[in-house]
């Protein structure tokens, strides 16, 4: 199993910056890709940014060229970057997983809230 522990959220006002960790233990070698998502209020949660063991990404388009994921794979972290947030950023934040055998694991979330 993988356990996820997600860090950084908080309340920024517009034009901020925050960033986001995650830190993964148990069978983390069984991961081949980490990614955020998010989840607005009324809103379905949606990928928001991607990294796979290559090191290859893919975000949203709504977040890139403000938002950039990194990893630190010797400490088992990933992390995500956010500079000049928006309102629409507005959300809680879940770090995933995706790892063998078709196994996706998730972080509790945490909240990150633009607003002035």
């Known amino acids: 199993q993988v356990q996820l522990v997600e860090s950084g959220g908080g309340l920024v006002q517009p034009g901020g910056s925050l960033r986001l960790s995650c830190a993964a233990s148990g069978r983390i070698f069984s991961i081949y890709a980490m990614g955020w998502y998010r989840q607005a209020p009324g809103k379905q949660r949606e990928l928001v940014a991607r990294i796979t063991n290559g090191g290859s990404t893919n975000y949203a388009d709504s977040v890139k060229g403000r938002f950039t994921i990194s990893r630190e794979n010797a400490k088992n972290t990933v992390y995500l970057q956010m500079n000049s947030l928006k309102p629409e950023d507005t959300a809680v934040y879940y770090c995933?997983?995706?790892?063998?055998?078709?196994?996706?694991?998730w972080g509790q979330g945490t909240q990150v809230t633009v607003s002035s």
């Open positions: 995933n997983a995706e790892a063998r055998l078709a196994a996706a694991y």
